[in-house]
């Protein structure tokens, strides 16, 4: 065997490993489920607020990606795409998430950007930067509740995590940084597609930075609906929201940076679980892990479903954002007079 097949036997092996430990965790939660008295109810309307939520977060990226598509687009093109454009495809690409490695998501927004007013190797660049800002960002503000909660619990693993995540996801993220890998790893034809590629500036990260934090809390909140239309009991948003927001950044993020998991299928939900269950436990004892189960995989459905409905309705409606460029225009003009 090469080092390849190696490497790829090691994922598969982890990712089985972590399916097993998922699937014991979903049995002792079915478990504590028969046990429960009153077994809990779907509140649909705040389900359906919940992806509304969800959908509304997912805007926030879109637009930062539109943003960096602009800078890296300045003085090359006399017309850039718009604003609308740009987030229909920076939605629609959320599926590719769910195909091992996560590099379909720049494939798809790449493919659905990608035009005479934008190159391939600018959408692609924007897009791994983007992503990398939002993990980057989620796992920041999840170190900052993890602190609080590693010292309460005096368990650490999950701070260390989250601090591994914002050097991995945060450092490339870093202008010079950034510059220096696209300058290393790009070939020449696409170094001369990305002339403005030193015009990223801290200002623009900022900006960034601004954006994803939006996201994250648009995230945090349908996650928080979400357990409220589970039937978790004694919520109340103010209080709950940090809690909401830490752990949310901190599952999403994990388990998008474990690229070789679909959807980080396993490592997200277990981060919910395992650090929803005793607050779970708090305001429902003895339902802890039942509910923070149940919660987790209902999330996943929801912002599954949302993700893809999204990307079915958006991928024919985004051609009404499309501005042409203008000799497109042109075009036009003659077609009609002829």
């Known amino acids: 065997m090469n080092k390849k097949q190696i490497f790829l036997l090691i994922k598969i092996l982890v990712f089985v490993v972590i399916i097993a430990i998922f699937g014991r965790v979903l049995y002792k939660a079915w478990l504590d489920y028969q046990k429960m008295e009153v077994k809990p109810t779907i509140d649909w309307l705040t389900l359906c607020a919940s992806a509304g939520v969800y959908f509304i977060a997912l805007l926030f990226p879109g637009a930062f990606w539109h943003l960096l598509l602009k800078r890296f687009n300045e003085g090359t093109v006399d017309e850039t795409p718009g604003l609308w454009e740009s987030i229909c495809a920076h939605v629609c690409g959320q599926i590719g998430k769910y195909v091992p490695g996560k590099f379909m998501v720049v494939v798809i927004r790449t493919a659905l950007i990608k035009s005479s007013r934008t190159s391939a190797a600018v959408a692609a660049a924007a897009a791994f930067l983007e992503t990398l800002t939002m993990m980057a960002v989620g796992a920041f503000v999840a170190c900052l509740f993890l602190t609080y909660y590693s010292i309460q619990t005096q368990n650490w693993t999950y701070l260390a995590a989250s601090i591994t995540m914002v050097v991995c996801a945060g450092a490339p993220t870093i202008p010079a940084v950034f510059v220096w890998i696209v300058r290393k790893i790009g070939k020449n034809k696409v170094a001369s ?146």
């Open 193 to 338: 597609e990305l002339l403005n590629i030193d015009k990223l500036s801290f200002g623009t990260l900022a900006r960034g930075w601004i954006l994803e934090l939006c996201c994250w809390a648009g995230f945090a909140f349908s996650y928080w609906l979400t357990l409220k239309a589970v039937g978790v009991e004694n919520l109340n948003l103010a209080a709950d929201f940090p809690q909401a927001v830490g752990v949310t950044a901190f599952a999403v993020s994990s388990g998008f940076l474990v690229l070789f998991t679909p959807g980080g299928l396993g490592v997200r939900d277990l981060a919910f679980i395992g650090l929803m269950t005793p607050w779970m436990e708090a305001k429902m004892p003895g339902s802890g892990l039942a509910m923070a189960t149940i919660a987790s995989v209902v999330v996943r459905l929801v912002w599954l479903t949302t993700e893809f409905l999204a990307a079915c309705v958006l991928i024919p409606l985004r051609r009404a954002g499309v501005r042409k460029p203008p000799e497109d225009w042109a075009q036009s003009a003659q077609q009609k007079i002829d």
